[in-house]
């Protein structure tokens, strides 16, 4: 079954790091580009970068530059999203999707709700 | 980095169709074909519509459609049915491998 699962939910106190993994099974690992996606309650998706399977290579976008780090294990087939220095407005739910032939997404995972409250 | 522009909400009766505009600039929708739209509904995965502006993924309903004009994309819904009724998000390439989102319209089907 192609899919994408995600951790489960995280609580974290202001301050703290999180760190979200998606495991990918039921297709090649290395053949497609994983991106991040978050959605704070009630509001918008908003993109926060990729990793490329394969290499590892990362493109952030700039509203996370310095915060976010993702990386990979190939032997897992499991992509993490490390996000740090959090605050409350980092509640929300982050996804993870798989990325197509180009830059649209086909498959997603079930999603992480990650809590930042004091 | 500012998100591509959508209205807040779009609605519309069954069987009548409807367009939700998405507007960029010449830096992402005007610069490439590379236009996505998803559609979310409430406490649901957000699900690929359109991709690369006009091009639906298998399964998708042909009532489905999109295009582009300068720095705008659009989806239009033909014959509305009361499944349609959700969030939808457009999407697209900004130039040095980032991706930007719209904000989001919501459809009510009347």
């Known amino acids: 079954q192609v899919q994408l699962v995600q951790s489960g939910a995280e609580v974290k106190k202001p301050g703290a790091s999180v760190k979200v993994s998606c495991k990918a099974s039921g297709y090649p690992f290395s053949n497609n580009y994983i991106h991040w996606v978050r959605q704070a309650p009630g509001q918008g998706l908003e993109w926060m970068g990729v990793i490329t399977p394969s290499l590892g290579s990362t493109s952030y976008s700039q509203n996370f530059q310095g915060r976010v780090t993702m990386s990979r294990d190939t032997s897992a087939s499991t992509v993490y999203m490390e996000l740090s220095s959090l605050r409350s407005e980092d509640t929300a739910l982050y996804y993870c999707?798989?990325?197509?032939?180009?830059?649209?997404?086909?498959?997603w995972g079930q999603g992480t709700l990650v809590t930042v409250s004091s | 980095q500012s998100a591509l522009t959508q209205p807040a909400s779009v609605s519309g009766s069954p069987g009548q169709s409807i367009t939700i505009s998405c507007t960029g600039t010449s830096s992402d929708i005007g610069d490439y074909d590379y236009v996505s739209w998803y559609q979310q509904h409430p406490g649901k995965v957000p699900k690929l519509m359109i991709y690369?502006?006009?091009n639906r993924p298998s399964g998708v309903s042909s009532r489905f459609s999109g295009s582009k004009s300068g720095n705008t994309a659009s989806l239009t819904i033909s014959g509305l049915q009361a499944e349609d009724e959700a969030d939808y998000y457009c999407?697209?390439?900004?130039?040095?491998?980032?991706?930007?989102f719209g904000g989001g319209t919501k459809l009510t089907v009347l």
């Open positions: 999707a798989r990325r197509g032939s180009s830059w649209w997404f086909d498959l």
């Open positions: 999407s697209s390439y900004r130039a040095s491998n980032t991706l930007v």
């Open positions: 690369d502006v006009n």
